[in-house]
Structures are given as structure tokens and as C-alpha cells.
Nanobody
Framework: QVQLVESGGGLVQAGDSLRLSCAAS????????IGWFRQAPGKEREFVAR????????YYADSVKGRFTTSRDNAKNTVYLQMSSLKPEDTAVYYC???????????????????WGQGTQVTVSS
């Protein structure tokens, strides 16, 4: 069974950058679409980005498009989320997960994912 572990979160100022990592153990991530989600206090978990198994296809939420980039290194069994021009509204716990649903669509629905990591906190101060 695959286990996902997020890392790289922290406290930064508005306009700064952070790179999150999602590392897998137990099984390879190479064959799977990986999604990034976030959850702020008192809010529902929301989609951030997803990347196909090859890295050839990515999709982003409108709120992060142009600021965030997801990539992957299958040789290292790791997926990344590069976050730039961070805003206070980006403050949340960030999660990665493996898409398990074999359906058409953007891959932005959390119900299509399983094997969630424990999350990493990102806090952006103004």
C-alpha cells in the first residue's frame, strides 16, 4: 500500500516562494495521477493542482494558475508543488493524494482520490 508524505511547508511572507514535496513509500507513484489539495481552517478541502503519471498533463485551480507549478520526478518517486507569489489566502494545510477514479474530467474532485498524506502547513503572513 502506498503512503504519501508531504513536506516543505512553513511560515513565509506574502510574495515569497515555497516548494512542497510529496514523497511515496511502499509503492511507486509512477503510474498514477497525483493531486494537490488544501484546506484552510473552517473551510472545505479544495483542489489546487494535479499532474498526470507522465507529467505531460497538468491542471490548476484558477486561484493558483500562473503562480503554482506542479512537477514530478518518477525516478525519485516524488511530486512537487512550486508555489510563488504567495498570498495570505494561500494559508492552509496542503495535501497530496493519488487519483484512484478512472473517469474523464479535470481530476479536481477530492472524491476521486485516496491515499492522502498527513499534510504540511503553509502560512503566509501579510
Amino acid at each position: 500500500q502506498v503512503q504519501l508524505v508531504e513536506s516543505g511547508g512553513g511560515l513565509v511572507q506574502a510574495g515569497d516562494s515555497l516548494r512542497l514535496s510529496c514523497a511515496a513509500s511502499g509503492r511507486t507513484l509512477s503510474y498514477y495521477t497525483i493531486g494537490w489539495f488544501r484546506q484552510a481552517p473552517g473551510k472545505e478541502r479544495e483542489f489546487v493542482a494535479r499532474i498526470s503519471w507522465s507529467g505531460g498533463s497538468t491542471y490548476y485551480a484558477d486561484s493558483v494558475k500562473g503562480r503554482f507549478t506542479t512537477s514530478r520526478d518518477n525516478a525519485k518517486n516524488t511530486v512537487y508543488l512550486q508555489m510563488s507569489s504567495l498570498k495570505p489566502e494561500d494559508t492552509a494545510v496542503y495535501y497530496c493524494a493519488r487519483r484512484v477514479a478512472v473517469v474523464a474530467g479535470t481530476g479536481s474532485d477530492p472524491s476521486e482520490y485516496a491515499y492522502w498524506g498527513q499534510g504540511t502547513q503553509v502560512t503566509v503572513s501579510s
